[in-house]
């Protein structure tokens, strides 16, 4: 079964600090990494997300880290926020054929202000 | 504005019951997702379509059924609800396969007594 594997499952930073998830996983063929951002009570949202052919991708203080060799991908959250707080899934797909998402199992991020 | 809504929002049923939940999106997508989530597994596709008569099962498809009958909606059935069925449900929609972000509804919050 083709699975994506998240860690930390909770996670808590200080306002101000780095956030830091990571994500395996063991299809080489998937070619496309989101990150969605969910709110409590809110379905997720796309915040990010990376092709193979570049090993990092920035988004504001959002930031994917992509080791293709090693099959782990990374969000870094610069200046953690207490607006960053929420559940945040890794997942990985093909870009063509079929789409499907295979998720991450999230981490609860929370920022202490 | 566009969107993609689900309903009800809540839902408490008996095992044994069928329940059908409701999933409708007006930005004419081809491709519709349904999801379940639950503590530690993340998000799992029940079942998906990309377009209108075009089901598919996903990773948790049993006991779950799904039809297409026009591009806006994709109501899920659950034939006779199981307590294991007890879960929050996301539907999500994307455009052709070229554009992997699916966006999300609210969520349906199921519960099998």
């Known amino acids: 079964q083709q699975q994506v594997k998240q860690s930390p499952q909770s996670l808590i930073v200080q306002k101000g600090g780095i956030s830091i998830i990571n994500c395996a996983y063991e299809n080489t063929a998937f070619d496309y990494f989101p990150w969605y951002q969910q709110f409590p009570g809110k379905g997720p949202a796309l915040l990010i997300a990376?092709?193979?052919?570049?090993s990092e991708k920035k988004e504001g203080r959002f930031t994917i880290s992509f080791n293709k060799s090693a099959k782990q991908f990374s969000l870094h959250i610069m200046d953690s926020q207490p607006g960053d707080s929420a559940t945040y899934f890794c997942a990985a797909s093909l870009i063509q054929g079929a789409q499907k998402l295979v998720f991450g199992q999230g981490t609860r991020l929370t920022i202490n202000p | 504005d566009a969107e993609i809504t689900q309903s009800p929002r809540h839902k408490i049923t008996e095992t044994g019951r069928q329940v059908t939940l409701a999933c409708h999106q007006t930005?004419?997508?081809?491709?519709m997702f349904w999801y379940r989530q639950d503590l530690g597994h993340g998000l799992r596709l029940i079942h998906y379509?990309?377009?209108?008569?075009?089901?598919n099962k996903g990773e948790v498809s049993d006991g779950y059924s799904v039809s297409r009958s026009n591009t806006e909606d994709l109501p899920l059935t659950l034939e006779s609800a199981a307590s294991s069925q007890t879960s929050v449900y996301f539907c999500?929609?994307?455009?052709?396969?070229?554009?992997?972000?699916?966006?999300f509804g609210p969520g349906t919050r199921l519960t099998v007594l």
């Open positions: 990376i092709r193979p052919d570049v």
């Open positions: 999500a929609s994307s455009r052709d396969p070229s554009y992997n972000e699916q966006f």
């Open positions: 930005w004419n997508h081809n491709n």
């Open positions: 379509s990309y377009g209108v008569q075009d089901t």
